[in-house]
């Protein structure tokens, strides 16, 4: 990796970009993106940091996309672990009824008798449902998949999870919510209880348009929910720098969203996949393999960002 400690490329300007370079892959839905996308560069050098706010502040993190397989849980895991490398208090949330989050600790969700189910459904405390792993984890079971129709005729429907996490909000410095594969009602729970998003991306799937839905559905909340709740990060995931098209995919990030793109890219290796099967993060199954290193980065780029941006 190049230096660490968060400087982010400035974000690159609306006009440098827009006069149809030619990416073959985006074609002639080029030009409407770069529309849909403006709004992202706009708001690039505004947005509230996750460091930027008063001393002693919770920061409520979600990771989404709604694409799957782009390392959504593999990163909540990870960056939470390297926050507490840090000595800061983390709460991982697994809001996925696929519960990978709380698997990856070395849980059944299958045997798990509460779980945020309970939590999002019948009010039952949230520190109830958390277990004590290499960080604390509030745990997912499979019947979390009936949440959203459990919830979509509750009043508050939208706020159930940020209404119970304010009574364990302060013992924590950072909580990272896990979120399913889709815009449902379980993720924009997620976008109302956060105040910033970390969007993984796969480089070799590169979705523009899934990028530009999900900045739909964050202003949909913004507007009549959580007007905070913005992007902080795009992070880079499943990176083979062998292939020239992981490269391009790289650069399209940069060139549409500027700074949003983390300088961390987490690169491709079965360590990541390997870590979970042993019910461990990959800085504890591997703590000094390159791997472990680049979660530590991407760390530091988060709890760094905003400062290495106002001095830029
Ligand atoms: P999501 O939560 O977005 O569905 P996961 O974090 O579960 O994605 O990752 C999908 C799969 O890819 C998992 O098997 C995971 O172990 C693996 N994986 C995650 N990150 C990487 C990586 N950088 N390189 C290779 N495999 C990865
Ligand atoms: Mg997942």
Redesign the pocket.
Known sequence: MGAVGGRRARAVGRDETSGGGGRNELGQEERAFHMAIAHFLTRADVRPSPNGDAVGETHVIALA?QK????????TLNLGVAFAEHGLRVLLVDLDPQG?LTMSQGMNPDTIERSMFDVLVHRLPLEQVIERREVDVAVASIDLAGAELSLSSQIGRERALDKALAPVRSRYDYILI?TP?SLGLLTINAFVAASGVIV?VQCEYLSLRGLVQLENTLAMVRENLNPNVEIIGILP??FDKRTIHAREAIEILRENFGDLVYNTK?????R??EA?VKGSSVLAYDPNGDAAVLYRDLAKEVLNGAEAREHA
């Not at 799957?68 to 990163?75: E, L, Y």
């Not at 987490?266 to 079965?270: A, D, L, M, P, Q």
């Open positions: 996309n799957g397989g782009v390392a959504k849980t593999t990163t990978n896990d594969p993984p995931t499943m987490i690169r491709k290796t079965v990541y996949a979970p």
